[in-house]
């Protein structure tokens, strides 16, 4: 698939890029600098949608001619969203919340055309369940420094956060960070007029 306008990625997420490279799409990636901080009153599906929205909408004003692409993950659990922990301490105290437990994993994507005047966002929700965790495994995996840079403290293609998953309900790639089916899926319906195949 080729997108015949500059396809932008408002994100500076390794992940994310690896899985558009996945999908055969060029792109630039421009980090969108907006306040994830969130709003813990706002259902997670709605802030997740929020934040895509406005990563792509940052962007967007400095690339108008772009299809800009923003999106946001996080973890809910039992009421609580889980977005990058602040350090090590919350990475493991993360952790242990999760541990032989199910968890909720959000993911809201946006695509902005200022052009054409086009904005479309969908979300993806997947449920993941974690096995056991003992302290040692928690503090090693911390350790790593892999836990930093992810919502709920984990990540699912990591060598060692792999090894936490007992099953999943829904997307992987959305647990990856970028539900990549939903994607194709509001580009065919929505920007038909700027992919060939």
């Known amino acids: ?7 932008v990625l408002a994100s500076q997420s390794p992940r994310r890029r690896k899985l558009l490279r996945q999908m055969g799409i060029s792109f630039f990636h421009i980090p969108a600098n907006v306040d994830e901080t969130a709003d813990l009153a706002i259902e997670p599906r709605r802030l997740v949608e929020s934040l895509a929205l406005k990563k792509a909408m ?3 004003g400095r690339r108008p001619g772009a299809l800009i692409l923003g999106a946001d993950t996080i973890v809910a659990y039992r009421g609580l969203i889980l977005g990058k922990p602040s ?3 919350e990475a493991a105290a993360m952790l242990r919340q999760l541990s032989a437990s199910t ?6 994507i946006a695509l902005v055309h200022a052009d054409s005047h086009r904005n479309v966002t ?6 993941v369940t974690f096995g056991h965790l003992s302290e040692t495994e928690i503090a090693s995996y911390v350790k790593t420094g892999s836990p930093l840079d992810k919502a709920g403290a984990y990540g699912i293609q990591d060598d060692m956060g792999a090894l936490f998953i007992e099953r999943i309900n829904g997307d992987y790639y959305n647990v990856v960070g970028l539900p990549i ?5 509001l580009l ?4 038909n007029d700027l992919i060939e195949f």
């Open 87 to 89: 350090g090590a301490i």
């Open 181 to 185: 089916r939903s994607l194709y899926m």
């Open 103 to 108: 968890h909720i994993v959000y993911t809201g």
């Open 122 to 127: 969908a979300v993806e929700s997947t449920a």
């Open 58 to 60: 940052a962007v967007s």
């Open 188 to 191: 065919k319906k929505h920007f």
């Open 1 to 7: 698939m080729r997108i015949c306008t500059d396809f």
